[in-house]
């Protein structure tokens, strides 16, 4: 029933003693209510003294229900405004278009041209707020056809929609056309670049704007953390702070991600630390979110909780990336115990729950709780496994050496495996020496052009393996011919809130000479231990001391020896690599960790390890 079904179609007389405001001043106090209940008053009284039918504050009323999630209601009284005119039309475009609601708004649009009512630059910048790029494409033209379309609020409007529709080129063709551009249109631009990944047409951008306000330094920090410039993110977020630009959430949030991504964890905590000193940041859920990822991130899952513990009004993103944090460390138990207590206070998992739960049951081995956690989410919770789960237990499956069973999961899959699940199953083969299945999802790959760089290198090492250089010629031939290359190992590790890199045999930093001198004392180590190189993993058709060579200065190597020389005795090393750490190095860091007493802490593509005495928290299962 409608709310206003009631109402009496000829109001009563109003007394001079309760006598309303003017039009424009009602209009202030309507959209200064912060409830439905002072509209509702406010609206009553209109009725009471016949006002209810003056355009102006039916327009914000329309804007004011909208505004308050009363939707109905502002469509109610759009039909029940007799005299409708371009401004009651444009706010109710607008409340849809505000909701995504972007066929609706489209339909009053069409209506609003049946009507013979002519849009302004507020309608079209409205109506294009929220709209995909197609029918947008149609609305440009409309804002042509009433000479529009050089309007400052349309086309920034104009350059927003071709940038959320992917289109760059008409972005930047828009851009380039407006008279006049202001600090909203500029940023519009900027965020069109940072989204695409064109960060450096971003930083030209941003450093030729003469005035940016707090949103801009966000977007192209977030740009930089997006797109895997941690370190160009970090640099920039000193220099918003040298230049007295004051960050809010939001920027703490995209700084915290580039800590993450980087392992810069003393960086971390002195971002943490500005957040709690500061005024103009709270710890809400999305920072306490963004400060558990970091801390689990870079090593310290031990702050990861104290972080977690002290958020308030915890939602499901919260456990969630307390899960995944004990999940990258193969922490699997408490994983599953924190999961628990989810369960208890009846919050319902979502979607990425599983995935925490599911990568905790494969770094830890557990087969059967993997499985069950899996059925459980399509029949417990209706919650329909996506690529990304499928994943998880393939990996899961895999490292359990049941190659077979991973591989029928994949081919009983109803949605397409992507890359990343078939190369999952194609490093099992390699490591279990399922050779024959190997080669047939490689060649699969490669045939449906579905193949990437992991995919040559992992069939090149199946032949390595056992020997087959021809059929490494064959691969390797094969990518240069497409233009495939392998992905350099990088190692990174943070000392003084700089973040170095290396490479393997790198020789480009200030201390590579004490480096390699300190590389030559860990060898003298690991002989006096007799320890043997682990040579079988290296995959060229080279002679032994070759091999035992090019073990020697993996990038992982050089990091640790760095860490060594540069800070003091028993402190703790903490390094990130980009890819699997090899069995070699993995077997030479448990030694350091004995000789030297120290706990060495890596991130690897797929998990951390914690070296500790001679151990890793891996049990050798990763």
């Known amino acids: 029933m409608s709310i206003f079904a009631t109402t009496q179609a000829t109001p009563p007389p109003h007394t001079a003693a309760h006598r309303?405001?003017?039009?424009?001043?009602?209009?202030?106090v309507i959209s200064n209510c912060k409830s439905i209940s002072d509209v509702l008053r406010i609206h009553a009284a209109l009725y009471r003294h016949n006002l209810h039918t003056e355009p102006l504050i039916n327009f914000h009323l329309l804007r004011a229900y909208s505004s308050l999630n009363r939707l109905n209601y502002s469509i109610t009284l759009f039909h029940q405004t007799h005299k409708k005119n371009v401004f009651i039309y444009t706010a109710i475009i607008h409340c849809h278009a505000q909701r995504n609601s972007y066929e609706q708004a489209l339909f009053y649009y069409s209506q609003m041209l049946i009507d013979n009512i002519e849009p302004n630059a507020f309608t079209f910048s409205s109506a294009l707020k929220s709209c995909p790029l197609k029918p947008g494409q149609a609305l440009h033209s409309q804002t042509v056809k009433f000479s529009l379309d050089k309007d400052l609020y349309v086309s920034t409007s104009l350059v927003d929609l071709y940038a959320r529709g992917?289109?760059?080129?008409?972005?930047?063709?828009?851009?380039?056309?407006?008279?006049?551009?202001?600090?909203?249109?500029?940023?519009?631009m900027l965020t069109c670049y940072a989204k695409q990944g064109e960060v450096a047409a971003a930083r030209v951008l941003f450093d030729d704007m003469e005035e940016k306000d707090v949103v801009c330094w966000n977007v192209m920090i977030d740009g930089y953390a997006q797109h895997g410039l941690a370190n160009e993110a970090l640099v920039l977020?000193?220099?918003?702070?040298?230049?007295?630009?004051?960050?809010?959430?939001?920027?703490?949030?995209?700084?915290?991600?580039?800590?993450?991504?980087i392992g810069a964890l003393e960086s971390g905590r002195w971002i943490?630390?500005?957040?709690?000193?500061?005024?103009?940041?709270?710890v809400n859920v999305q920072v306490g979110t963004a400060l558990i990822n970091m801390y689990s991130k870079c090593g310290s899952l031990k702050d990861a909780r104290l972080v977690f513990d002290r958020v308030n009004d915890k939602d499901v993103v919260v456990w969630n990336s307390m899960i995944v944090g004990y999940a990258m460390h193969g922490f699997g138990k408490d994983a599953l115990q924190l999961?628990?207590?989810?369960?208890?206070i009846r919050l319902k998992p979502s979607d990425i729950t599983f995935i925490g739960l599911l990568s905790a049951c494969a770094h830890a081995g557990f087969v059967n709780e993997g499985r069950r956690f899996f059925n459980t989410m399509k029949d417990?919770?209706?919650?329909?496994?996506?690529?990304?789960?499928?994943?998880c237990m393939v990996n899961l499956l895999s490292r359990a050496g049941q190659v077979e069973e991973a591989y029928k999961l994949v081919m009983d899959m109803k949605i397409e495996p992507d890359s990343v699940l078939w190369g999952t199953l194609l490093g099992a083969c390699r490591l279990h020496g399922n050779i024959a299945l190997g080669e047939k999802i490689a060649e699969y790959l490669i045939s449906q052009n579905l193949a990437n760089s992991g995919t040559y290198v992992l069939l090149s090492n199946i032949y390595a393996a056992i020997g087959n250089w021809d059929g490494v010629a064959r691969v390797r031939t094969l990518m240069k011919e497409k233009g495939v290359q392998k992905e350099p190992g990088c190692s990174s590790i943070e000392l003084s809130n700089k973040v170095h890199e290396f490479l393997a045999g790198d020789l480009r930093h200030p201390k590579s000479k004490e480096i390699y001198m300190m590389l030559e004392e860990i060898n003298g180590w690991l002989k006096a231990e007799g320890y043997i190189p682990q040579t079988q993993i290296v995959l060229h058709d080279i002679g032994e001391k070759q091999k035992q060579n090019s073990l020697e200065i993996h990038s992982e190597k050089l990091a640790v020896a760095f860490g060594l020389i540069s800070t003091q005795p028993g402190t703790s090393i903490k390094i990130v690599k980009n890819l699997r750490v090899c069995p070699d190095c993995h077997a030479v860091f448990k030694l350091i960790s004995k000789f030297t007493g120290r706990k060495i802490m890596m991130r690897d593509r797929n998990r951390f390890h914690?070296?500790?005495?001679?151990?890793?928290s891996c049990g050798d299962y990763w």
């Not at 309303?20 to 202030?28: F, M």
């Not at 943490?272 to 709270?282: A, D, G, P, Q």
């Not at 417990?380 to 994943?391: L, M, S």
């Open 20 to 28: 309303l405001p003017p039009p424009n001043r009602l209009a202030g």
């Open 237 to 261: 977020f000193r220099r918003m702070l040298a230049e007295k630009v004051e960050p809010n959430e939001v920027t703490a949030v995209a700084v915290l991600s580039a800590c993450g991504q």
């Open 339 to 344: 999961f628990n207590e989810m369960c208890r």
């Open 272 to 282: 943490h630390s500005y957040i709690e000193n500061s005024r103009n940041i709270k």
């Open 610 to 616: 914690h070296f500790v005495n001679g151990t890793c």
């Open 166 to 188: 992917g289109d760059v080129l008409s972005a930047e063709k828009q851009f380039a056309a407006m008279p006049q551009r202001s600090l909203v249109s500029l940023t519009t």
């Open 380 to 391: 417990e919770y209706a919650i329909e496994p996506k690529v990304e789960h499928y994943g």
